[in-house]
């Protein structure tokens, strides 16, 4: 299996443009989730979804964040408008209990917003 | 809400020296902890999951413990190699939810 799958590896935007970011998750995992990475705050969980329908939106910061899974093989994390304090790595997992419940991600996105 | 702390932040050992990484979590009410492996620039790698009702769980040159009482997991590395350097974070899934509270993890360098 190729893993997690996320796109694009690296991106730097201007501030005010909209960035969006895109997973492929593990064929057959029915959890995916987005996580954030800053060096002050670490790993944030900023949305779970299960069977693709969303769980727990609670830790995306603030409106200008959405996520949608509009099928079982496809999530997308959009930032509009973007700001400078969003420059973060965004990861994307996923899991299932058929993996025991072992969370696997993929290599990350690293937006730089200028 | 479940808090996790690593101790130490950093480590630099020796080549061949076993060392042990500490993770400690607020809540006992746990489903299970995972040991994570982050090389620079790259995702996290599943490296041990102990469920709530293991003590630990050993892969190769890595075992991992858990006090579920004193909230406290080690991951315990023997022998360690250059290639073990890289970050390794500690992740707990309360029975409360489904979503890994992450500690910030410890960076550890094996110098040759």
């Known amino acids: 299996d190729a893993g997690v799958i996320q796109s694009p590896r690296h991106e730097v935007t201007e501030m005010g443009q909209e960035v969006t970011l895109r997973c492929k998750p593990i064929?057959?995992?029915?959890?995916l989730f987005w996580y954030r990475q800053t060096m002050m705050r670490g790993l944030e969980l900023l949305i779970y979804?299960?069977?693709?329908?969303?769980?727990?939106d609670s830790g995306m910061p603030e409106d200008r964040f959405s996520a949608k899974m509009p099928n079982a093989s496809f999530s997308t994390l959009k930032i509009q408008p973007s700001e400078p304090r969003d420059s973060a790595v965004y990861f994307c997992?996923?899991?299932?209990?058929?993996?025991?419940?072992?969370?696997?991600f993929g290599e990350g996105s690293w937006l730089t917003v200028v | 809400k479940q808090e996790v702390t690593q101790i130490p932040a950093a480590l630099s050992v020796p080549e061949g020296e076993n060392l042990v990484l500490n993770c400690s979590f607020t809540?006992?009410?746990?489903?299970?902890l995972q040991w994570f492996r982050q090389d620079p620039g790259k995702g996290l790698t599943s490296l041990l999951l102990?469920?709530?009702?293991?003590r630990e769980q050993t892969s190769g040159r890595l075992n991992a413990s858990l006090d579920k009482s004193s909230g406290r997991s080690t991951l315990y590395i023997a022998a360690s190699q250059p290639g073990d350097s890289a970050t390794y974070l500690c992740?707990?899934?309360?029975?409360?939810?489904?979503?890994?509270?992450f500690g910030k993890g410890t960076s550890l360098l094996v110098t040759p």
């Open positions: 979804f299960n069977n693709n329908v969303p769980i727990d």
């Open positions: 992740a707990v899934e309360s029975n409360s939810g489904y979503a890994l509270n």
């Open positions: 064929s057959g995992h029915n959890s």
């Open positions: 102990i469920q709530s009702s293991q």
């Open positions: 809540d006992s009410a746990i489903y299970n």
């Open positions: 997992a996923s899991s299932s209990q058929i993996s025991g419940n072992t969370i696997y």
